[in-house]
């Protein structure tokens, strides 16, 4: 079985289908999916399609891109949302320096706000960086000082040098569609040095299609791809990486049921 672990089921392309969506996932061998918001106004419909379906679990949090018209959203919204059974993870929240959708001091302090409720309720807090290295491996590091908490970084794209520091921080890196493309050859090259309890995959979708689908809108079913991708790079058969990445996703996100 193997998990997606940051999809989008309610974006358009995949919501206007979503029992599709996932029936052609779970034909696949998805066994779990991690419905992923990025803005308050999404959280309600994220939640609700985590109701539905017994294997999908739901995130709530805010993007860096929008996090300016969520500045004043503080921790305790953040609170009540977690509340919720199915909510298991916190985000995506973090820093995007690439399209600067908002200013990068909003974006530092929302960061820092979901890491503290990352660390008062034990979720795990999915994070997104994109051109912004530095500031987001200082933040962890201050705030791991602080009081350990649970975190990824999803779609890692990133350098080895950045993925050897949040390693050390105790975080999980996940690999998307990304990995498996041509002009990928320097995360290629560090996919086979991330610890095997340490590893998960995902589509990101509908983004981000994995070869052989580039091109076509991004569903869960496609991890599959990306998976036996990265299980070529390792080394591994696909069967052990599904094992080991299921795995770490119910280690890492302990509020999930199998």
């Known amino acids: 079985m193997l998990v997606d672990s940051h999809c989008h089921l309610n974006y358009d392309g995949l919501v206007e289908h979503q029992p599709a969506v996932l029936a052609r996932a779970r034909e696949a061998g998805v066994g779990a999916f991690l419905n992923i918001s990025t803005r308050r106004s999404e959280w309600e419909a994220v939640v609700a399609s985590a109701e539905r379906e017994p294997d999908v679990w739901a995130s709530v949090g805010i993007h860096p891109h929008e996090a300016e018209q969520h500045a004043d959203l503080g921790e305790a919204a953040l609170l009540e949302a977690t509340a919720h059974p199915k909510v298991i993870g916190l985000g995506e929240s973090g820093l995007d320096y690439y399209y600067d959708k908002s200013d990068r001091a909003v974006q530092r302090a929302l960061f820092r706000s979901h890491i503290a409720v990352a660390r008062q309720t034990g979720l795990p807090l999915v994070i997104h960086t994109r051109d912004a290295e530095e500031d987001t491996a200082a933040i962890l590091a201050e705030e791991m000082e602080k009081g350990a908490f649970p975190a990824l970084i999803h779609c890692f794209t990133a350098s080895a040098d950045f993925g050897h520091k949040v390693l050390e921080l105790g975080l999980t890196i996940s690999l998307s569609g990304i990995v498996t493309f041509?002009?990928?050859?320097?995360?290629?090259?560090?996919?086979?040095?991330?610890?095997?309890?340490?590893?998960?995959?995902?589509?990101?979708?509908?983004?981000?299609?994995?070869?052989p689908y580039r091109g076509k809108t991004c569903e869960p079913a496609y991890v599959r791809a990306t998976a036996e991708f990265v299980a070529g790079l390792r080394g591994e058969s696909l069967e052990m990486l599904a094992e080991r990445t299921t795995r770490n996703f119910y280690n890492l996100f302990r509020k999930a049921v199998p």
Do not use: C, G, H, W
Not at 184 to 210: K, N
């Open 182 to 211: 041509k002009n990928a050859r320097e995360l290629q090259d560090f996919a086979p040095a991330i610890p095997a309890d340490r590893l998960l995959v995902e589509t990101d979708s509908p983004f981000l299609a994995p070869v």
